[in-house]
């Protein structure tokens, strides 16, 4: 029994800082890519299609976008409404700060890195228990 639970231990030590990192740096990575996102309080409007947002970027320029069915339930009835637009990128907009993607791969990364520090503290406690 021993045995077993040193090699599970250890694999669970293993795994958990390997992937670990490698999820810590695919984080990095798609928060490098996701860019720069600046909070603006934007005007919604009523169009043809449906509905959209206006607003002025930090360079004065005036941006569009099309409301999703999901942001416009968000948004509700309101005529104006906080949200990110990205920088250096004409008409983008969205309602939180942060990507999805890269707040769900950074949870995992720090779930799983976690894990292998946590065994690999249980391994050097049993180390110095059986000692």
Do not use: C, Q
Request: hydrophobic share 55%; glycine share 10%; charged share 20%.
């Amino acid at each position: 029994m021993s045995n077993a639970l040193d090699a599970l231990i250890e694999i669970f030590t293993w795994v958990g800082l390997g992937a670990g990192s490698l999820l810590t740096l695919t984080a990095v990575i798609l928060l490098l890519a996701d860019g720069t996102w600046l909070p603006v309080r934007a005007v919604v409007e009523h169009v043809e299609g449906g509905r959209v947002v206006r607003w002025f970027d930090a360079d004065g320029g005036v941006n569009e976008a099309p409301l999703s069915a999901h942001d416009d339930e968000k948004i509700g009835r309101a005529d104006m409404a906080d949200v990110f637009y990205r920088r250096g990128t004409a008409n983008r907009m969205r309602l939180t700060r942060s990507s999805p993607v890269v707040r769900f791969v950074s949870l995992l990364a720090a779930g799983v890195l976690g894990l292998g520090v946590v065994a690999f503290v249980v391994s050097i406690v049993l180390l110095f228990a059986r000692g």
